[in-house]
């Protein structure tokens, strides 16, 4: 299988602080997203970036990819209160949309 | 806004009841998927379908089966529900679109299923 894997599995700090996930997979990809689940919710899309890129911003998300290492890493700067969820990372290699899913880094941001 | 919905949020259904799960989306997409979510294991793609009419194993798809004849409409059956089928069962649907477009998903609320 070649399922992304997140890490830490949990993550708890205070409410402007940094978080850093990091997720690794096995084989090569086209792309790898991240993806954030509030509690009891489905899955809202974040950012991707594709395999030729090396790091990606979008308000205080900043993503990076290193295909030599088969990593990834999605930092979310001066967290809130509301970031608090769990992200996912997947990754496409078929060129098929279909996606592969880590178990998820569950952030917990306290105010 | 892409919508994606899920007929129930929440779903009790006793063991060897076939169960049906219904998924709609208003955007036209031609990719949708089923998956499943426990904790620890993530996510797991059950089926998924490219088309009208056309499904394609992801997985884990023992005791499950699909059907997609609209558009629209992608529905995951449980021919006999059993107690390890407990589960988030969580749809998403993806355009082939243009290159950016195709690759995301986007996701029903889920539905939480307890077989009891």
């Known amino acids: 299988s070649q399922q992304g894997e997140e890490d830490p599995q949990a993550l708890s700090i205070q409410e402007g602080e940094n978080a850093t996930m990091n997720c690794s997979y096995k084989t090569s990809i086209n792309n790898l997203q991240w993806y954030r689940q509030n509690s009891g919710r489905g899955l809202v899309h974040l950012i991707l970036?594709?395999?030729?890129?090396r790091e990606k911003h979008s308000g205080r998300l900043r993503v990076t990819l290193d295909t030599s290492k088969k990593s990834s890493s999605l930092l979310i700067t001066a967290s809130r209160a509301a970031d608090t969820a769990s992200y996912f990372c997947a990754t496409d290699a078929s060129g098929f949309n279909k996606f592969y899913f880590g178990s998820g880094t569950k952030l917990n941001v306290k105010p | 806004d892409v919508k994606v919905t899920q007929s129930s949020r929440y779903l009790v259904k006793r063991t060897g009841e076939k169960v049906f799960l219904e998924c709609v989306q208003d955007?036209?997409?031609?990719?949708m998927f089923w998956y499943r979510q426990d904790p620890g294991l993530g996510l797991r793609l059950i089926y998924f379908s490219y088309d009208v009419k056309m499904k394609e194993k992801g997985d884990i798809p023992e005791g499950y089966s699909v059907s997609r004849e609209k558009k629209e409409r992608f529905s995951l059956i449980l021919e006999s529900a059993s107690t390890n089928q407990t589960s988030m069962y969580l749809c998403?649907?993806?355009?082939?679109?243009?290159?950016?477009?195709?690759?995301?998903?986007?996701f029903g609320a889920g539905t939480r299923l307890s077989v009891l």
């Open positions: 970036i594709r395999s030729n890129e």
């Open positions: 955007m036209d997409h031609e990719n």
């Open positions: 998403a649907s993806s355009s082939h679109g243009n290159a950016k477009a195709k690759n995301i998903q986007y």
